[in-house]
Each structure stands twice: as C-alpha cells, then as structure tokens.
Nanobody, 115 residues
Framework: QVQLVESGGGLVQPGGSLRLSCAAS????????MGWYRQAPGNERELVAA???????NYADSVKGRFTISRDNGKNTVYLQMNSLTPEDTAVYYC?????????WGQGTQVTVSS
C-alpha cells in the first residue's frame, strides 16, 4: 500500500512559480513510476509530467520547458517545479504512482494562476 500526500499548491500570478511536492509512504516507493496529472473544471484529467523509477522523464507538450519533475528516493518524494505559469495551468494537480497494474492517487492540490 502506498499513500500519496501532495502539498505546495496555491494562488500565483501569471509568470510566477510554484513547486509541488508529493510525499509517499511505503517501503517500495523507489520502484514506482511517478507522475503528476491535472484536471481543470470541465476537462478530463491529463498527464503533466512523469518520471520512471530509473529517472527517465516525459512531459506534456504544453508544459515542456516550463515544468520539471524530479524525485528524491531518500525522502520518498516527487516534485514538480512549475515556472512561467499561465492561467491555463489552473487546475487540481494529482500525484500518481504506478507499478505494473497497481495505481495510487493523491488527494490533489489546487493551483490557481490569476492576477
């Protein structure tokens, strides 16, 4: 069993930055592929960024060059550094962990980009 707890969301002005954190419980955290998804009102949940257990990353085209995903296995934490934020980035951001068919989700953290 893995539990995921996100933090770091909030209100930021356009052009600003936020760093989201996802703390994972469980001794086997390091073997999970991790990711960040987001869901805006009226939209489907979409992948933002992902990082494998080996450290390979991929990003949605809309965030490439602005967002960076990383993980610290010693702290059982995955991060999402978000720069140059725009109102279109406003959404609830969810942490995701997957090992084969086993999937876990965090409760989500709200990110609002507005002046």
């Amino acid at each position: 069993q893995v539990q995921l707890v996100e933090s770091g969301g909030g209100l930021v002005q356009p052009g600003g930055s936020l760093r989201l954190s996802c703390a994972a419980s469980g001794r086997v955290y390091r073997v999970y592929d991790m990711g960040w998804y987001r869901q805006a009102p009226g939209n489907e949940r979409e992948l933002v960024a992902a990082i494998t257990s080996g450290g390979s990353t991929n990003y949605a085209d809309s965030v490439k060059g602005r967002f960076t995903i990383s993980r610290d296995n010693g702290k059982n934490t995955v991060y999402l550094q978000m720069n140059s934020l725009t109102p279109e980035d406003t959404a609830v951001y969810y942490c995701h962990a997957q090992l084969s068919r086993i999937i876990y989700w965090g409760q989500g953290t709200q990110v609002t980009v507005s002046s």
